[in-house]
């Protein structure tokens, strides 16, 4: 069974960077079936898709956030990272991690997601 | 971008109500249209992709159709288990955008 699991920092002040890793298990980054993204909700709010990576590197990103967006993707420790530069309290938002095919663009497993604040 | 609207915002039902959430694009995406179902304090789950196929594990009651710019999730009879907010996505092009979400309340 595949699982995605986000780590990092619960809070950033304002102006950093936000920087988040999922760990997959039960499942290969380095697979040719499936892109790895990433996607965040703002409490009480709907989903924003932020953007993914392929297990080459190769990436789409949202292009409100693509100035400030990096997302990459470590196929010898099976992760891929999100940083988000620059980031205001407008960024505070659960974030998670998903899976979406290839040859589909729904997403089909995600993380139990992380919550970042981004606060002084 | 394409922009994902639906509607309605709330929708308050009793266990064993039909209910129908329409979800209408602002251009064309195909079929390229799925429906997830969140519970406050998890992560969405996929229920229906590809407009009508139904993802492995969720009941039958749970129908998709529409395409083009017109989509609608069909809920056949409510189970206490459905209560919960609803949203559509469109993966036909990048970026991939969400509906605004719709609260399923009970009456």
């Known amino acids: 069974q595949l699982r995605l699991q986000e780590s990092g920092p619960g809070l950033v002040k304002p102006s950093e960077t936000l920087s988040l890793t999922c760990t997959v298990s039960?499942?290969?980054?380095?697979?040719?079936?499936?892109?790895w993204g990433w996607i965040r909700q703002p409490p009480g709010k709907g989903l924003e898709w932020i953007g993914t990576?392929?297990?080459?590197?190769?990436?789409f990103y949202n292009p409100s956030l693509k100035s400030r967006v990096t997302i990459s993707v470590d196929t010898s420790t099976n992760q891929f990272s999100l940083k988000l530069n620059s980031v205001t309290a407008a960024d505070t938002a659960l974030y998670y991690c998903?899976?979406?095919?290839?040859?589909?663009?729904?997403?089909?497993?995600w993380g139990q997601g992380a919550l970042v604040t981004v606060s002084s | 971008d394409i922009q994902m609207t639906q509607s309605p915002s709330t929708l308050s039902a009793s266990v064993g109500d039909r209910v129908t959430i329409t979800c209408r694009a602002s251009?064309?995406?195909?079929?390229?249209l799925a429906w997830y179902q969140q519970k406050p304090g998890k992560a969405p789950k996929l229920l229906i992709y590809?407009?009508?196929s139904l993802e492995s594990g969720v009941p039958s009651r749970f129908t998709g159709s529409g395409s083009g710019t017109e989509f609608t999730l069909t809920i056949s009879s409510l189970q206490p288990d459905d209560f919960a907010t609803y949203y559509c996505?469109?993966?036909?092009?990048?970026?991939?955008?969400f509906g605004q979400g719709t609260k399923l309340e009970i009456k």
């Open positions: 998903a899976r979406s095919g290839y040859t589909f663009g729904y997403i089909d497993y």
């Open positions: 039960g499942g290969s980054t380095s697979t040719t079936s499936y892109y």
């Open positions: 251009q064309s995406v195909s079929i390229d």
């Open positions: 996505q469109q993966y036909y092009s990048y970026p991939y955008t």
């Open positions: 590809k407009t009508s």
């Open positions: 990576v392929y297990y080459s590197g190769s990436t």
